[in-house]
């Protein structure tokens, strides 16, 4: 049973050392064809598409701003010419950005909120007293919780929910599979869950240093 634990523990470090691997070729990767775009947009300032192509490279790489600049540049260059696509892509960056600078200030009220004894509803971001079971403004239940404040922080969070699914799913994979392998002893039980345990949760807090590509 130690080789399968031990078979079970080198997968799992394996998988994540290919999945960072992943991640960092990808942002190579992404990083060459945004300085090819680059360099064809000196040699043929006017064309419209490589603006679209590197607004759509920025855009998969989280930098919202500079596809935001590259589309209305594409905009620019395409004078007459068709731009519907252009500009749907427009709007939808705008709207990307409207919402993470929302979040951006319910954050910044919650922090404030802390800082005078208020407790901030998560849902309409309105301060109210600690002693207070619902929030004032929308009549949703406040999350007093520590615990529950910050789960609900990553929730909300699109990659940090992925990784805690990821976390969770690391965990109960060999837990279920335990669970029914009647023909194992309850020591060694024992010890697989007890080791999915501690590995899930060092690759959940782990994907908090990780990198965001």
Not at 60 to 86: F, I, M
Not at 92 to 116: H, L, N, Y
Not at 168 to 185: D, G, H, K
Request: net charge positive; proline share 2%.
């Amino acid at each position: 049973m130690p080789i399968l634990i031990a078979i079970y523990l080198v997968g799992l470090i394996a998988w994540w050392s290919i999945r960072k691997f992943l991640n960092q070729r990808e942002a190579q990767r992404r990083q060459d064809a945004e300085s090819a775009l680059q360099r064809r947009i000196s040699q043929d300032p006017g064309n419209m598409a490589v603006y679209e192509g590197l607004g759509d490279s920025y855009r998969s790489g989280g930098r919202l701003n500079d596809a935001l600049g590259a589309y209305q540049k594409a905009l620019e260059v395409a004078g007459d010419r068709p731009s519907a696509g252009v500009q749907y892509k427009i709007r939808q960056i705008q709207m990307d950005i409207d919402a993470s600078g929302r979040k951006m200030t319910r954050s910044s009220g919650r922090g404030a909120g802390r800082a005078k004894d208020l407790i901030n509803c998560v849902f309409c971001g309105a301060g109210n007293p600690l002693t207070s079971r619902r929030c004032e403004e929308c009549g949703k239940e406040l999350l007093h919780d520590t615990f529950l404040s910050a789960l609900e922080t990553i929730w909300t969070d699109k990659i940090q929910r992925k990784k805690m699914l990821e976390a969770i799913a690391i965990i109960s994979i060999p837990v279920l599979c335990i669970a029914f392998a009647a023909n194992l002893s309850l020591e060694v039980k024992g010890v697989l869950i007890i080791s999915a345990v501690v590995v899930g949760g060092w690759v959940f807090l782990h994907s908090f240093s990780g990198d965001r590509h």
